[in-house]
């Protein structure tokens, strides 16, 4: 922009009023302080004007000009330029002068072409500096475009040039050159800041990126866990559900009851929870042995042993209430133990069934009306060991009759039809359960049989039984003497009568009956049990043999006092 001319109070030119000045203005005040007069216009076009007296433009241009050359008018200013101007205190203007009258071409003197005038980069740089520091302070805000930052000055300069001169003439060789030099030449320097502040201002705009903040960086690293942690889940689910069926764990935890059809479920002396459930499980009587045990243990009940009856498909607590026994009083219930003598098991009948001892014993005394051999006395033999249930209101008879059935069943299973028949096989079963343990019952059987041969000469038919001596006696004891083996008045003293004692000497169980019918062929023909805690049996064939493992049961009692009593 073009400088103002203004005086402060103290007289001085070119004093400024708060703001910096320009590298013209400082110029223009060395030339005036060394008497070097700069005409105004100097100040107003920003170009250096050589106004020697008499000086006349070379001649062939469009005109001539003589003497000092008029100040025109200043232009008005507009925007920023107004604002700063407004600013600076009034000075005294000099007054325009009339332009001259054109010569004719003929008139004009010969006048040396003027020198084009010589900047100093540096000087042109500090004076750049100076505008620009002047204009952002008049402007405000800093302005990013196309455009250079001195585009005001050149505004301003465009307007006090055209000011000054008249239109249809051509300056160009002073005017246009310096303006051209001053834009291109002064400002070069800038230039590439001006370019370079414009990529950056696009570069903040527009490329770029600016970092997540922390907030967001966590946020990030917590949803991507939540991901994973669901991913995880999601696959051992799948993979569990997959695992299942191979695993059997794919089987429900119960039934919804109440069940159809009936089962019997057998729980044998010292069984525990988990061997029943896996019975349960088995026969489809509960669905899930581990629910099974778990509601058992839950209810606090203990198991007896016994046979129950089951429907296929309870609920877990529909089936622990019948294992224990829940609501007894519904029903008639007792349990018969194998190796129990008549008068044990009819009295276990009458405490559970409610009924009478005495009609009981009465319906005993009778074997024949429920189909035993006319040689039995009583039902001693025939009440089948077992756990019996009966509904309320059962007779005695009814009874009775059922468990003498269980036996004969047994018998007929194993080929023994004949009544006679079952009795004796019965009553050798009876001894057999008596005498031996389990696991030799179908050689004591056999042993047995050898005795009673005619033509065995080494017994002569003598069985010769401890058990059947105190069956007789009335009394249960491992040890009798001699005076008991010699008394011929027991009809159950196998030492003294040859052949079969009276009649069976207790109830066998289902494998005493099953070795009894069908016994092992050997040719032993004394037994004798050592232990009677672990039941075991010595056979041998010869007496001498045979009272070698009598002194080995002999021992054992010496031990174990009170025992063989």
Same mark, same amino acid.
């Given at each position: 922009?073009?400088?103002?001319?203004?005086?402060? %109070?103290?007289?001085?030119? @070119?004093?400024? $009023?708060?703001?910096?000045?320009?590298?013209?203005?400082?110029?223009?005040?060395?030339?005036?302080?060394?008497?070097?007069?700069?005409?105004?216009?100097?100040?107003?076009?920003?170009?250096?004007?050589?106004?020697?007296?008499?000086?006349?433009?070379?001649p062939g241009s469009s005109a001539a000009v003589s003497g000092p050359v008029p100040v025109s008018a200043p232009a008005p200013v507009s925007g920023a330029n107004a604002a700063r101007t407004a600013a600076i205190p009034a000075a005294p203007v000099a007054q325009p002068?009339?332009?001259?009258? /054109?010569?004719?071409?003929?008139?004009? /003197?010969?006048?040396? /072409?003027?020198?084009?005038?010589?900047?100093?980069?540096?000087?042109?740089?500090?004076?750049?500096?100076?505008?620009?520091?002047?204009a952002k302070a008049d402007a405000g805000p800093e302005v990013h475009g196309p455009q250079s930052e001195d585009a005001p000055h050149f505004a301003e300069f465009a307007q006090g040039h055209h000011a000054e001169f008249e239109p249809g003439h051509h300056y160009e060789d002073v005017h246009h050159y310096d303006a051209q030099h001053e834009a291109y030449e002064d400002h070069a320097p800038y230039e590439h800041q001006a370019v370079g502040h414009q990529l950056l201002a696009g570069a903040e705009t527009g490329a770029t990126v600016t970092r997540p903040s922390k907030k967001v960086r966590r946020r990030r690293r917590l949803v991507a866990l939540l991901l994973t942690l669901a991913l995880f889940v999601t696959a051992t689910v799948v993979g569990a559900q997959f695992l299942k069926p191979l695993l059997g764990n794919?089987?429900?935890?119960?039934?919804?009851?109440?069940? %159809?059809g009936q089962v019997k479920v057998s729980v044998v002396p010292g069984e525990g929870p988990v061997s029943v459930a896996a019975k349960l499980e088995e026969a489809k009587v509960v669905a899930n042995a581990d629910t099974f045990i778990a509601a058992l243990s839950a209810s606090g009940g $203990?198991? %007896?042993?016994?046979?129950?009856?089951?429907?296929?498909?309870?609920?877990?607590?529909?089936?622990?209430?019948v294992l224990l026994n829940e609501?007894?009083?519904?029903?008639?219930? @007792?349990?018969?133990?194998?190796?129990?003598?008549i008068d044990e098991s009819l009295q276990a009948i009458s405490e559970g069934s409610g009924l009478s001892l005495a009609q009981l014993k009465s319906l005993s005394d009778a074997p024949e009306q429920f189909g035993v051999s006319s040689k039995a006395k009583n039902l001693e033999g025939f009440l089948a060991p077992g756990e019996y249930r009966f509904p309320l209101g059962s007779t005695a008879k009814e009874i009775l009759t059922k468990l003498v059935k269980a036996t004969q069943d047994e018998l007929k299973a194993q080929g023994v039809t004949d009544s006679a028949r079952q009795y004796d096989v019965v009553t050798v079963a009876s001894i057999v359960q008596a005498e031996g343990g389990q696991a030799e019952y179908k050689?004591?059987?056999?042993?047995?049989?050898?005795?009673?041969? /005619? $033509?065995?000469?080494?017994?002569?038919?003598?069985?010769?039984?401890?058990?059947?001596?105190?069956?007789?006696?009335?009394?249960?004891?491992?040890?009798?003497?001699?005076?008991?083996?010699?008394?011929?008045?027991?009809?159950?003293?196998?030492?003294?009568?040859?052949?079969?004692?009276?009649?069976?000497?207790?109830?066998?169980?289902?494998?005493?009956?099953?070795?009894?019918?069908?016994?092992?062929?050997?040719?032993?023909?004394?037994?004798?049990?050592?232990?009677?805690? $672990?039941?075991?049996?010595?056979?041998?064939?010869?007496?001498?043999?045979?009272?070698?493992?009598?002194?080995?049961?002999?021992?054992?009692?010496?031990?174990?006092?009170?025992?063989?009593?």
């Open positions: 922009m073009s400088p103002v001319n203004s005086d402060d %109070s103290s007289g001085e030119p @070119f004093a400024d $009023t708060g703001r910096p000045l320009t590298r013209k203005e400082i110029r223009a005040r060395e030339k005036a302080s060394t008497g070097d007069a700069v005409p105004e216009q100097a100040y107003e076009s920003g170009e250096e004007v050589h106004a020697s007296a008499g000086a006349a433009r070379q002068v009339p332009a001259p009258e /054109p010569l004719a071409p003929d008139e004009v /003197p010969d006048v040396p /072409p003027v020198p084009p005038t010589i900047h100093d980069p540096v000087e042109d740089a500090d004076a750049a500096a100076h505008a620009d520091a002047a794919d089987k429900p935890a119960d039934y919804p009851g109440p069940g %159809s $203990t198991l %007896s042993p016994g046979e129950y009856d089951f429907k296929q498909e309870m609920k877990n607590s529909d089936a622990v209430s609501g007894q009083a519904k029903v008639m219930y @007792f349990a018969l133990n194998a190796g129990l003598r050689d004591v059987a056999g042993a047995i049989y050898n005795r009673l041969k /005619p $033509t065995n000469t080494e017994t002569n038919g003598l069985i010769q039984s401890d058990a059947t001596v105190t069956y007789g006696l009335g009394k249960k004891t491992f040890h009798i003497d001699e005076a008991e083996k010699a008394d011929k008045s027991n009809p159950y003293n196998t030492y003294a009568i040859k052949g079969l004692p009276a009649g069976p000497i207790g109830s066998p169980g289902k494998t005493a009956i099953d070795a009894a019918a069908k016994p092992n062929k050997n040719d032993y023909l004394y037994w004798v049990t050592i232990n009677l805690d $672990t039941k075991e049996t010595k056979f041998s064939k010869t007496l001498a043999e045979h009272n070698g493992y009598v002194e080995q049961y002999n021992a054992w009692c010496e031990a174990n006092p009170g025992r063989c009593v």
